[in-house]
């Protein structure tokens, strides 16, 4: 239906001898495709006629992205223009797909295509925002944030808008020398960061370098929200949910219209999490629920021998997440969300991908 390379709307085709140019990426569709959902067109329809396909890019092959290789491959040849590529070809692609005489294809051109890359401009909101862990020189306010990158799993809302969820973002940060400061050099490893990148975009754009930036890999690891039906949106990470590899963001709304979101940490020996809105759902006023990711309570599961269990809220101040271990507010807890679990001593798993709900008993299933 659509691949790699494929123009989303009237951009410039694919080439097979790799010569697509950074600027052709940014109009086609992304590499490795994951986590989609087709959203019914117009909004507030069911229509399964017409649509928009908003697709998940985890990651690229940059033997394949280049004629002749990435970082990996050909350091000496890397240039800014192959790690723009690389860049272009990583978030999330929106296209229009539409059923014409029993054949789907994608509609072009269409006003409502979009690429959502590892360079497009995001907000962060919610009790993390703003923090002093997610500032950096380019952004002292720590509210704004450039891309999304390796997007595996997924969720959607009932008000009709995309939860991307970040999950190995670890691997794409530099550390070339560890901190001397032990609490420093421990969070750096509890989330998987070491010397080398993946691809090696420290070369090029220093926020990548975390020697340089330290801060920028806080701002990574989260839930976005990407209205589909609106192409000049801005996305918005949603810190409230938590940082960790989201393997998905599951959303279920109760009897009582509360709304919660399931995610696995797809990470050996991490955890599942539960995030509990603080507002009702409102069920027929879009606007009113927009930020209704931003305020609640994360949770993380703790499983018993007898096969019962319970949800242990991640609070600052409560069950040992104090400035005495390490946590100043709620941000820190929701920034370093492995280690307030490991504190409260959730159980570890066998890396929680996927989380299915059960639309009748909202029972909850997870790989």
């Known amino acids: 239906l659509v691949r790699w390379g494929d123009p989303i709307s ?10 697509n140019t950074a600027a052709d990426q940014l109009q086609q569709q992304g590499m490795h495709h994951d986590g989609m959902h087709f959203f019914s067109m117009p909004l507030g329809t069911n229509s399964s006629a017409r649509g928009l396909l908003v697709t998940n890019h985890e990651y690229v092959e940059t033997n394949i992205l280049h004629a002749d290789g990435g970082n990996l491959e050909n350091p000496s040849g890397y240039t800014r223009e192959k790690c723009d590529k690389e860049i272009n070809a990583h978030g999330v692609s929106i296209v229009e797909i539409g059923l014409t005489n029993g054949a789907w294809g994608l509609v072009r051109p269409s006003a409502s295509a979009r690429r959502i890359t590892a360079a497009t401009p995001m907000r962060l909101q919610g009790p993390a925002a703003g923090s002093e862990l997610l500032r ?3 952004d002292p306010t720590g509210t704004q944030v450039l891309g999304t990158f390796n997007n595996c799993g997924n969720g959607y809302t009932p008000w009709g808008t995309y939860l991307t969820c970040e999950e190995n973002f670890n691997g794409y940060f530099a550390l ?13 490893s509890r989330y998987g960061i070491g010397r080398a990148s993946r691809y ?7 926020r990548f370098n975390l020697n340089t930036t330290p801060n920028e890999a806080n701002r990574h690891g989260w839930v976005v929200e990407i209205d589909p039906y609106d192409p000049i949106s801005t996305p918005i ?10 393997e998905g963001a599951t959303v279920v709304v109760g009897a009582d219209n509360r709304v919660a979101v399931y995610s696995g940490d797809d990470n050996r020996f991490d955890y599942i999490y539960k995030f509990v809105a603080r507002d009702l759902l409102a069920p027929n006023n879009r ?5 209704i990711l931003d305020n609640g309570t994360l949770y993380v599961a703790r499983f018993k021998d007898d096969g019962t269990g319970e949800w242990l809220p991640l609070v600052f101040g409560q069950a040992g997440l104090t400035v005495e271990n390490g946590f100043a507010d709620q941000a820190a ?4 969300a492995r ?11 066998d890396r929680a991908e996927w989380i299915a709900s059960d639309p009748v008993t909202r029972e909850m299933f997870v790989t």
């Open 333 to 336: 807890v929701l920034v370093y």
């Open 10 to 19: 009237n951009g410039p085709d694919f080439k097979f001898d790799a010569s």
């Open 237 to 246: 990470k949603r810190t409230a949910l938590g940082r960790f590899s989201h």
């Open 287 to 291: 606007e009113s629920n927009r930020n």
């Open 176 to 188: 070339p020398t560890a901190p001397t400061n032990a609490a420093e050099a421990a969070r750096f």
């Open 136 to 138: 950096t020189q380019d």
């Open 200 to 206: 090696g975009w420290e070369k090029f754009y220093p």
């Open 339 to 349: 280690q307030a679990a490991d504190r409260v001593g959730a159980t570890p798993m």
